[in-house]
């Protein structure tokens, strides 16, 4: 079975910088990816990781350390667009993507 | 491009009917997929198709069917509908099911309630 743990919900200030951490337990692992849901919305993707290190994608990075079943996405300068759920989706064995719950980010202004 | 599309938007269903939720995708991907997402649940996989004419269960598959009779379209009926099968429903395509940087894209969903 899979297991992915992540926060429920984080609030920031505009401007500054939150880290969403994601912890998983897979059978198999074939990479992790984050991606965004505004409310009401289709998620949206944001970053890929299969290697351990860091990924940068302008104001969004991703980390992967697979040793410690572990990621976080980390969103900089933060906008009030930015205000959603990241999802954490680990691709398992069986090459499916399983999702954990999500974390909202509230931005504050 | 329309991407993704999902009919109906939404739909309250009496319990026992059945329905179809509609999926059609225009960039002629060859995988398609099924979620659904449950508050503190996240997204689960229900069936997926890794190329038309083929379809496999997913992590919740009782209860629904699907088909794939062509590329583009990948409809999920619900043969008998229980109030456990209220959700929002997302359907997803990509093009290289599990290599690389696979994204798969979703469709705007379909809300279902059924009573």
């Known amino acids: 079975g899979q297991n992915i743990d992540q926060p429920t919900e984080m609030t920031a200030t505009e401007g500054a910088i939150v880290q969403i951490n994601c912890t998983y337990q897979t059978s198999g692992f074939n990479g992790l990816f984050w991606y965004q849901q505004h409310a009401g919305e289709a998620p949206t993707f944001l970053s890929y990781?299969?290697?351990?290190g860091l990924e940068e994608k302008g104001r969004f990075s991703s980390f992967l350390s697979r040793s410690k079943g572990y990621s976080y996405l980390l969103l900089k300068e933060l906008q009030m667009k930015d205000s959603a759920s990241y999802l954490c989706?680990?691709?398992?064995?069986?090459?499916?993507?399983?999702f954990g719950a999500g974390t909202t980010v509230t931005v504050r202004a | 491009t329309a991407g993704i599309t999902q009919a109906p938007t939404s739909q309250i269903l009496a319990a026992g009917r059945s329905m179809t939720l509609r999926c059609t995708q225009d960039?002629?991907?060859?995988?398609m997929y099924w979620y659904r997402q449950d508050l503190g649940l996240g997204l689960r996989l229900i069936h997926y198709s890794n190329t038309a004419g083929t379809t496999g269960k997913g992590e919740v598959p009782d209860g629904y069917s699907v088909s794939r009779a062509n590329t583009d379209d990948f409809p999920l009926t619900l043969a008998s509908a229980v109030p456990s099968q209220t959700s929002v429903y997302f359907c997803?395509?990509?093009?290289?099911?599990?290599?690389?940087?696979?994204?798969?894209?979703f469709g705007p969903g379909t809300r279902l309630l059924v009573l």
């Open positions: 960039m002629r991907h060859n995988a």
């Open positions: 997803a395509s990509s093009d290289s099911p599990g290599q690389g940087q696979e994204t798969q894209y």
């Open positions: 989706a680990v691709r398992g064995g069986d090459y499916k993507l399983s």
């Open positions: 990781n299969v290697l351990d």
